[in-house]
């Protein structure tokens, strides 16, 4: 089984991929749309979820996004279909590095998903390249509440503190308007519900060939997760203009 494959059902039960619960998905929204009509444009956006939620509360609102994924941007076809949204979703299946567009975005969306970018700063040079005077980004990307152990970072990679995060993203020509650090429940609901998912889905499927490698992976990120980051690692959403237009 690929990659895009564990991916698909870790995220079973947890659409959002990333650890935020659907309140803090819902208000992070509200401050990145504040007339309701605006063109969103999402890099990296997976199955869309970010996207169809916002199509379905503002039915003023435009929305295109960009994944490699062919499958998940076939999953996310077929749920803005079942919303009745999908005549106002352009979905593109390229890099979401390589994407351009001759008109701008009133807000820029990438939530984790830095990594197709190189990390948090080249990201948000991508978002500005596409972003509308007067626009916002809002950006997602972990950060470390405590010094992570050498095998937390070959595992997930290396971040910043919170303030140098912020500190970082303000040097670079931004503001921030509103933010969202995840919760210690959003956190652990996050990592249950993926590695339980791979989980149930092995137990529920034990004749399958792919099975045994699928309960393998859930058993062993579940473990780096409790064993591993559980204690240093965070997660910050943040809605961003740019400071001079």
Same mark, same amino acid.
């Given at each position: 089984?690929?990659? #895009? ?32 009509? #605006? ?59 390589? /994407? ?16 197709? /970018? ?40 290396? /971040? ?72 240093? /690692? ?12």
């Amino acid at each position: 089984m690929n990659r #895009e494959q564990i991916s698909a059902l870790s995220h079973a039960d947890h659409p959002i991929k990333a650890p935020l619960g659907d309140d803090s998905v819902r208000r992070l929204l509200e401050h990145g749309l504040p007339r309701g009509d #605006e063109r969103v444009l999402d890099l990296g956006c997976g199955s869309a979820e970010w996207l169809l939620r916002a199509l379905a509360t503002y039915p003023r609102l435009r929305a295109e996004g960009v994944d490699i994924s062919e499958g998940s941007l076939t999953q996310a076809r077929q749920a803005a279909t079942s919303l009745g949204v999908q005549e106002r979703l352009v979905l593109h299946h390229r890099e979401a590095a390589d /994407f351009s567009s001759p008109q701008p975005f009133d807000l820029v969306l990438s939530v984790g998903a830095t990594h197709a /970018f190189g990390g948090l700063l080249p990201t948000l040079a991508a978002a500005r390249r596409h972003l509308a005077p007067g626009g916002r980004v809002l950006i997602g990307d972990g950060f470390w509440e405590r010094e992570p152990t050498p095998e937390t970072i070959e595992i997930l990679g290396d /971040f910043a503190d919170l303030a140098t995060t912020v500190d970082r993203v303000v040097a670079d020509g931004w503001t921030p308007v509103q933010g969202h650090v995840s919760t210690r429940s959003e956190l652990d609901d996050y990592e249950w519900a993926c590695w339980g998912s791979l989980a149930a889905w092995a137990l529920d499927n034990p004749t399958d060939p792919d099975s045994p490698q699928v309960l393998e992976t859930a058993t062993t990120r579940r473990s780096e997760w409790l064993h591993g980051y559980r204690d240093s /690692f965070g997660f910050v959403c943040l809605v961003l203009r740019r400071t001079s237009d």
